[in-house]
């Protein structure tokens, strides 16, 4: 079985090394210590790692990772590219592909993308065509609080409809399964992504909030 997941951890355990504890990321008010800090968390932490969904959680988590991204950078980094303990179900590997290769690709392009500079990365097609089939899992979800209709068209792997239209109408996304990530976890800024649609429904789900 591919390990995109595993791999996307340790390429981005790579270039966190690079980068430094305090480059720049995607992620409004977190430096690559931050960054770090949150996925060391999300794997042996599952107790605060709810915290996104649940406020009086998320506080704590919030706590905890200014605690340990003000440690051992080296340290830091080294327990993340180790993994989740053996003890948490996302270090099996068939638990780990499904619920980190978004997550680890996501927050790697947070880096890579936050540099000057910056240019997309060629992927292998298997790669993107497993990123686009857990997109299409993930679509509905991402875009359940889109103001619009949402069809995601990714060219040579199909088309998904992720948000059927409500009030106003439907905006069609164009882009690679990577581009078409980024938008739905709302790094709309840097996707590389084409709309089409009634000019009011692209302004309207581009300034709505997406991801989960």
């Known amino acids: 079985m591919t390990r995109d997941a595993l791999s996307e951890r340790l390429l981005l355990a790579d270039d966190l090394d690079r980068v430094g504890p305090d480059a720049p990321t995607l992620c409004a008010g977190w430096k690559t210590r931050n960054l770090a800090a949150h996925l060391v968390i999300r794997d042996s932490r599952p107790d605060l790692a709810v915290g996104r969904f649940v406020p009086f959680v998320g506080s704590r988590a919030k706590r905890e990772i200014r605690r340990i991204a003000g440690g051992d950078y080296e340290q830091l980094v080294a327990q993340l590219r180790q993994g989740a303990p053996r003890w948490n179900p996302m270090s099996w590997q068939p638990v780990d592909e499904r619920a980190n290769l978004l997550e ?109």
């Open 104 to 212: 680890f690709f996501v927050h790697h392009e947070d880096v890579l993308r936050a540099e000057e500079g910056w240019a997309a990365r060629r992927l292998d097609p298997e790669l993107e065509e497993h990123i686009w089939a857990d997109l299409r899992r993930f679509g509905r979800l991402a875009f359940r609080r889109a103001p619009t209709g949402v069809v995601l068209v990714a060219e040579g792997f199909g088309r998904h409809a992720a948000r059927l239209p409500d009030e106003r109408g439907t905006v069609v996304l164009r882009g690679r399964p990577p581009e078409l990530l980024l938008y739905a976890f709302g790094r709309r800024s840097v996707a590389q992504v084409e709309l089409s649609g009634d000019d009011g429904d692209i302004a309207a789900l581009q300034a709505g909030r997406l991801g989960v």
